[in-house]
């Protein structure tokens, strides 16, 4: 029965195209040469023109040359003979041919193109991270992704061919459905691996604190984080949950915000008080370092006059801002050293006031004595 429709194709198909005559065939020769020639023409002038683009070219650029290097040459000579077959006028089922293979040709082209492209994103967003487990995973998302794009042009393809294709697309996402639960926590871990690489949030070096764990990032894998903690333990948390959590990235920091109160005793008298924010300021600015915000008598403590003192250290590491605040500490005890101004500490002034019998005892038992 497969043989019997083979033939019968095969005829209809030879009857459709016979009896041709010769001008329409030099036509046809015309136009096919003509169109091969248009094209390849246009492909090496993009390809001259975005071939010469270097390494660090925008995405864009790479996906358009990379379009460009996957066309077929059998694209090319195909479509130049399907149009010049419909430049010459043939019958009604020789053009429904010529529009099936042309969308036939279509497809196929087009899922190669994505293909290509996709490969090259990926490379471009994960090849150059510095996630070294990403790497390896690389071949694994790339096949996944192909495979995903060939399933889809086969189904288009059957579907323009005339075959119904409900039975094959309902049992592809059946099954799709099983094997995302089967994998859903190795699947979520990657989708969140993927999400790390493509937002950034943090990267290998960084310092971050999520929740009560902080340290450097040593290494972001496809499923779990590693993060070398100060006092030297090594912790692994799952990508899913990192991206579930506020994360603090230190190293993104361009500045570091101090604050910091300075305490000086009550007997200091109000004139120097009101000159302390400025000398404090006045420190502040003759460090390079250092961008001064403000410094003001804030409040009345419990045993000092409280002086708090805002500034920004221009730099993100921590030990630059350590020797800024110890070089800033030691400016403020010389300065007050010299004009005479105490630093508070806690104290308790207690207040006897004694009864005037008491005091009249007392006077009795010094008349006795």
């Known amino acids: 029965m497969i043989i019997v429709e083979s033939q019968s194709f095969t005829e209809r198909f030879v009857t459709a195209f016979q009896s041709v005559p010769v001008p329409l065939v030099l036509t046809f020769a015309g136009v096919t040469l003509t169109c091969i020639g248009f094209l390849w023409f246009l492909l090496s002038r993009i390809r001259k023109r975005f071939g010469s683009a270097n390494?660090?070219?925008?995405?864009?650029?790479?996906?358009?040359?990379?379009?460009?290097?996957?066309t077929f040459p059998s694209t090319i000579v195909l479509l130049s003979v399907l149009v010049g077959l419909s430049s010459v006028g043939l019958s009604a089922d020789a053009n429904r041919y010529l529009f099936?293979?042309?969308?036939?040709?279509?497809?196929?082209?087009?899922?190669?193109?994505?293909?290509?492209?996709?490969?090259?994103?990926?490379?471009?967003?994960?090849?150059?991270?510095?996630?070294?487990?990403?790497?390896?995973?690389?071949g694994l998302i790339s096949f996944a992704t192909r495979l995903v794009i060939w399933s889809l042009a086969f189904v288009v393809l059957l579907s323009n061919l005339g075959v119904d294709v409900t039975a094959l697309v309902a049992g592809l996402g059946i099954g799709g459905v099983a094997v995302a639960f089967a994998l859903q926590n190795i699947l979520s871990d990657l989708f969140a691996s993927l999400s790390i690489v493509l937002d950034r949030p943090f990267?290998?070096?960084?310092?971050?604190?999520?929740?009560?764990?902080?340290?450097?990032v040593e290494h972001i894998g496809v499923k779990t984080t590693k993060i070398r903690s100060?006092?030297?333990?090594?912790?692994?948390?799952?990508?899913?949950?990192?991206?579930g959590s506020r994360?603090?990235?230190?190293?993104?920091?361009?500045?570091?915000?101090v604050v910091f109160n300075v305490g000086i005793v009550y007997e200091t008298p109000r004139e120097k008080v009101a000159q302390v924010p400025t000398w404090i300021k006045d420190i502040i600015l003759t460090d390079p370092l250092a961008r001064y915000d403000r410094a003001h008598f804030r409040s009345f403590g419990d045993?000092?006059?409280?002086?708090?003192?805002?500034?920004?250290?221009?730099s993100a590491e921590f030990l630059i801002y350590m020797e800024t605040q110890q070089s800033m500490n030691l400016k403020i005890m010389?300065?007050?050293a010299a004009e005479g101004v105490e630093f508070a500490?806690?104290?308790?002034?207690?207040?006897?006031?004694?009864?005037?019998?008491?005091d009249t005892n007392q006077s009795e038992v010094s008349n006795a004595a």
């Open 345 to 358: 500490y806690p104290t308790q002034v207690v207040h006897v006031t004694g009864s005037p019998a008491t």
């Open 230 to 243: 100060l006092s030297g333990e090594q912790i692994l948390l799952a990508n899913s949950d990192l991206l």
């Open 203 to 216: 990267e290998v070096g960084d310092f971050i604190i999520v929740g009560d764990v902080q340290g450097n």
């Open 55 to 70: 390494g660090n070219s925008m995405l864009l650029v790479e996906a358009v040359r990379t379009v460009v290097d996957s």
């Open 100 to 138: 099936l293979a042309l969308i036939a040709l279509g497809i196929v082209q087009i899922a190669h193109w994505l293909s290509q492209v996709s490969l090259v994103w990926l490379k471009s967003n994960l090849g150059n991270s510095q996630h070294s487990s990403l790497h390896s995973a690389l």
């Open 303 to 314: 045993f000092s006059l409280n002086i708090e003192v805002v500034y920004f250290v221009l």
């Open 247 to 257: 994360i603090r990235n230190f190293k993104r920091m361009r500045e570091r915000r």
């Open 334 to 336: 010389d300065k007050f």
